[in-house]
């Protein structure tokens, strides 16, 4: 039977013998996100406001063809200054491991490495969904059939607003993932704290939210939930605001013909470039907020268990 290649980092290791609540965190946001030396920044302010909550950061990349569960001070510096690292998802997180290649984890394969580690639950920035125009290209993030199969509840700011948002809450639903907002019954939609859609759940106590991923695994019932936390109002750029630049991005995609996985760097780059750098204080202000009460959640959870 194949060995899978795992490396916990020493404070990872430290916390999963003394029963620390454990929180998983994506890499891609680190190499292709946001620029240099942002990425590597917010990747500390993130861990350190986990910390600071009480849970233990788990950040999630391959490095050399190993899983490593956690990342050392050192290891985070130097990913963020990679220039070749592949994004990595379900389809090519073994290829990449077998080749002995370097990767930074989207939220599908961070959950998949969450699930080996068994850490349950995860802060991103904003989920992948169904991109505009799907029910030609069928463009759909494997983000969303992650959440319907692994059993690891994501905490995030709601899928990120260049996506058709209706389409993706859709596919949500008929996959059987929970969406449950986070103080309000409007769906955030990344930036901007409401899409215009209503979340299908609500709850307002991260225990209540921890007890809802125990009683689904006692159910049995596959998947994880998805736990949409609107960014904080003093971050926030209103979807009025907001809209506008994101289809004249979407437009330049087009005219450009940029396909795959090209699509969501290049469209937050632009959209960086057009809000005068206000898209990238947003997303920092969102993933901060999004890993407080990620740590909440896995606190309430280790009580609970």
Not at 152 to 172: F, M, N, Q, W
Not at 249 to 273: C, M, N, S, W
């Amino acid at each position: 039977m194949t060995q899978i290649p795992l490396t916990f980092s020493p404070e990872v290791t430290l916390a999963r013998k003394n029963g620390m609540p454990l929180v998983a965190l994506e890499s891609t946001i680190i190499t292709h996100g946001m620029p240099w030396p942002e990425n590597v920044e917010t990747a500390a302010r993130v861990e350190a406001e986990i910390r600071a909550a009480g849970a233990v950061p788990a950040t999630m990349a391959v490095l050399q063809g190993r899983i490593h569960i956690g990342l050392t001070e050192a290891e985070l510096n130097a990913l963020g200054q990679f220039t070749d690292v592949a994004k990595l998802s379900r389809a090519d997180l073994a290829a990449c491991m077998v080749r002995g290649g370097n990767g930074a984890t989207t939220v599908a394969a961070t959950m998949i490495c969450a699930r080996l580690a068994g850490i349950t639950t995860f802060a991103t920035g904003g989920i992948g969904g169904v991109h505009r125009g799907a029910e030609t290209s069928f463009d759909i993030s494997a983000d969303l059939q992650e959440l319907a199969q692994t059993p690891v509840t994501v905490v995030a700011a709601g899928a990120k607003a260049i996506l058709d948002l209706p389409k993706t809450l859709e596919y949500l639903e008929t996959a059987g993932v929970p969406v449950i907002a986070f103080g309000q019954d409007d769906l955030p939609a990344f930036w901007s704290r409401d899409s215009g859609l209503k979340a299908p759940l609500r709850m307002d106590d991260p225990a209540q939210i921890a007890a809802a991923a125990a009683m689904r695994a006692a159910l049995g019932i596959p998947g994880g939930q998805l736990v949409v936390n609107p960014i904080p109002p003093e971050h926030e750029i209103p979807l009025t605001e907001i809209m506008p630049h994101v289809e004249a991005a979407l437009v330049e995609v087009a005219a450009g013909h940029i396909t795959a996985k090209q699509v969501t760097p290049f469209l937050l780059d632009r959209i960086y470039e057009l809000t005068g750098g206000r898209s990238l204080a947003a997303n920092i202000g969102l993933v901060l907020n999004n890993a407080r009460l990620a740590a909440r959640i896995a606190a309430a959870s280790v009580k609970q268990a």
